[in-house]
């Protein structure tokens, strides 16, 4: 196994070891040293600080573990696209791929394995002893048909965020450990004067909502066989979670459908609700506008579960510096990149060799919790489902959203289910 030395850089970052280009595997060097690498952060998205603080950390530790190589995201390097993806798939489409490009590890990669356009990286798992260091669920998720196909750099987890000031108002001082226990706050939240005291925003935050329920009443299991193209969406424990799913929606704000992520934490930071259901990038959000008085937990009956998504990096086919991607992807494997992403993102390393210690508390708790519960992946961010599963899981939410029609949404998910999950799962 390969791990990489530790030296300074500052208060910055930490230095990866020295990689040297010419000994990664890969093909000719037609572009010399310059690494185009597809990341989704941008400039003009105050959304992404974080990640954009996170991409610009590892550029920094590959710059220091390849000398002579130029990272390049050409998207933020005057490409005028807002979009990295908009700007990626056609020249995917075209046989004009970047050294490398952003993705979320799991079911999202179907896409592109589909089409042919990534290499595998089987010899680079061996060659760096990432295997050995990256958790069994999560292996299972890059790998397909034997062949792995992207390097995860980070780890986030769904969590139930609450204001403390707030509960203690209506006092609740213990943590709801299942739904029932859950509603029943909610409820008791209402009668504190609190309106509507479950924080929601539109669009994939909703099928956040939707995941804890489903993952809540029906056990891991049941909830990953939901999103292939051979699930059965006709059950009525599926009726009776979507029920229950449609109870939580009473708790929340109106106008969830025209709030964005960040309004919903506002509200939970503001006080105007009590808990907020999102991935934990929301920490930075919250202690940004003021929230210091927080806790969090699993969705409540979900304890025994760590749900996840992550942030990873491909090698296309044909990527024109195929030693620099790999020098790249190498230095996004490492220990010393994955801590330089990492504590600038509020993600927790993909390795399980990680050092605690160089993490604050929230991370060190997700780092125990990732090595030792039984590993979940989410729809709404990639890893359990296809791009497309998840747009049609997202429209068909939305129209539930103004509509309430129960057998309506398990109708139009199961069918955008079946037409575009995966038949091989």
Same mark, same amino acid.
């Given at each position: 196994?390969?791990?990489?030395?530790? +030296?300074?850089?500052?208060?910055?970052?930490?230095?990866?070891?020295?990689?040297?280009?010419?000994?990664?595997?890969?093909?000719?060097?037609?572009?010399?040293?310059?690494? &185009?690498?597809? @990341?989704? +952060?941008?400039?003009?998205?105050?959304?992404?600080?974080?990640?954009?603080?996170?991409?610009? *950390?590892?550029?920094? @530790?590959?710059?220091?573990?390849?000398?002579?190589?130029?990272?390049?995201?050409?998207?933020?390097?005057?490409?005028?696209? !807002?979009?990295?993806?908009?700007? #990626?798939?056609?020249? %995917?489409?075209?046989?004009?791929?970047?050294?490398?490009?952003?993705?979320?590890?799991?079911?999202?990669?179907?896409?592109?394995?589909?089409?042919?356009?990534?290499?595998?990286?089987?010899?680079?798992? =061996?060659?760096?002893?990432?295997?050995?260091?990256?958790?069994?669920?999560?292996?299972?998720?890059?790998?397909?048909?034997?062949?792995?196909?992207?390097?995860?750099?980070?780890?986030?987890?769904?969590?139930?965020?609450?204001?403390?000031?707030? $509960?203690?108002?209506?006092?609740?001082?213990?943590?709801?450990?299942?739904?029932?226990?859950?509603?029943?706050?909610?409820?008791?939240?209402?009668?504190?004067?609190?309106?509507?005291?479950?924080? $929601?925003?539109?669009?994939?935050?909703?099928?956040?909502?939707?995941?804890?329920?489903?993952?809540?009443?029906? /056990?891991?299991?049941?909830?990953?066989? #939901?999103?292939?193209?051979?699930?059965?969406?006709?059950?009525?424990?599926?009726?009776?979670? %979507?029920?229950?799913?449609?109870? #939580?929606?009473?708790?929340?704000?109106?106008?969830?459908?025209?709030?964005?992520?960040?309004?919903?934490?506002?509200?939970? *930071?503001?006080? /105007?609700?009590?808990?907020?259901?999102?991935?934990?990038?929301?920490?930075?959000? $919250?202690?940004?506008?003021?929230?210091?008085?927080?806790?969090?937990?699993?969705?409540?009956?979900?304890? &025994?579960?760590?749900?996840?998504?992550?942030?990873?990096?491909?090698?296309?086919?044909?990527?024109?510096?195929?030693?620099? =991607?790999?020098?790249?992807?190498?230095?996004?494997?490492?220990?010393?990149?994955?801590?330089?992403?990492?504590?600038?993102?509020?993600?927790?390393?993909?390795?399980?060799?990680?050092?605690?210690?160089?993490?604050?508390?929230?991370?060190?708790?997700?780092? +125990?919790?990732?090595?030792? #519960?039984?590993?979940?992946?989410?729809?709404?961010?990639? *890893?359990?489902?296809?791009?497309?599963?998840?747009?049609?899981?997202? !429209?068909?939410? /939305?129209?539930?959203?103004?509509?309430?029609?129960?057998?309506?949404?398990?109708? =139009?998910?199961?069918?955008?289910?079946?037409?575009?999950?995966? $038949?091989?799962?």
């Amino acid at each position: 196994m390969i791990k990489f030395g530790s +030296a300074g850089r500052g208060a910055a970052m930490v230095a990866a070891a020295r990689v040297d280009p010419a000994t990664a595997r890969g093909g000719s060097d037609p572009q010399g040293d310059r690494v &185009e690498v597809f @990341a989704w +952060a941008t400039d003009d998205d105050p959304d992404k600080a974080a990640e954009k603080a996170a991409v610009d *950390s590892l550029e920094e @530790a590959f710059t220091e573990a390849c000398p002579g190589q130029e990272f390049v995201n050409p998207v933020i390097a005057g490409g005028g696209q !807002s979009d990295p993806k908009q700007a #990626l798939h056609p020249r %995917l489409r075209e046989n004009d791929p970047p050294d490398s490009f952003q993705v979320h590890p799991g079911a999202e990669l179907m896409d592109y394995i589909d089409a042919g356009q990534l290499a595998d990286l089987n010899d680079q798992f =061996a060659q760096w002893g990432l295997s050995e260091v990256l958790p069994k669920g999560l292996l299972d998720a890059i790998t397909v048909n034997g062949k792995i196909y992207t390097v995860p750099v980070g780890i986030h987890r769904l969590m139930l965020w609450s204001n403390r000031e707030v $509960l203690a108002t209506a006092g609740l001082a213990n943590q709801p450990a299942t739904l029932g226990e859950f509603i029943h706050d909610l409820d008791a939240l209402k009668a504190s004067g609190v309106e509507h005291p479950l924080a $929601l925003g539109a669009d994939w935050t909703q099928l956040e909502l939707l995941e804890g329920v489903l993952l809540a009443e029906l /056990g891991p299991e049941r909830f990953e066989s #939901l999103w292939t193209a051979k699930a059965d969406w006709s059950g009525s424990d599926i009726t009776g979670a %979507l029920d229950d799913y449609k109870k #939580l929606l009473s708790y929340s704000n109106p106008d969830r459908d025209n709030l964005h992520w960040t309004d919903a934490a506002k509200r939970l *930071s503001g006080g /105007g609700a009590g808990y907020l259901f999102m991935g934990d990038w929301v920490v930075g959000e $919250l202690e940004r506008d003021g929230l210091r008085d927080y806790s969090y937990q699993p969705f409540p009956g979900t304890g &025994e579960t760590f749900q996840w998504l992550g942030d990873s990096f491909v090698l296309p086919k044909n990527a024109p510096n195929a030693a620099g =991607a790999n020098s790249w992807l190498k230095t996004v494997g490492s220990v010393e990149g994955q801590k330089a992403f990492n504590t600038r993102k509020g993600s927790i390393p993909a390795r399980t060799d990680a050092n605690p210690a160089d993490y604050p508390p929230y991370q060190q708790a997700a780092i +125990a919790d990732f090595k030792q #519960l039984r590993l979940v992946p989410s729809c709404a961010h990639g *890893s359990a489902c296809t791009q497309a599963v998840a747009a049609a899981v997202i !429209s068909a939410l /939305g129209s539930f959203s103004s509509t309430g029609d129960i057998a309506d949404l398990q109708a =139009a998910i199961a069918a955008g289910v079946a037409t575009y999950g995966d $038949l091989r799962s």
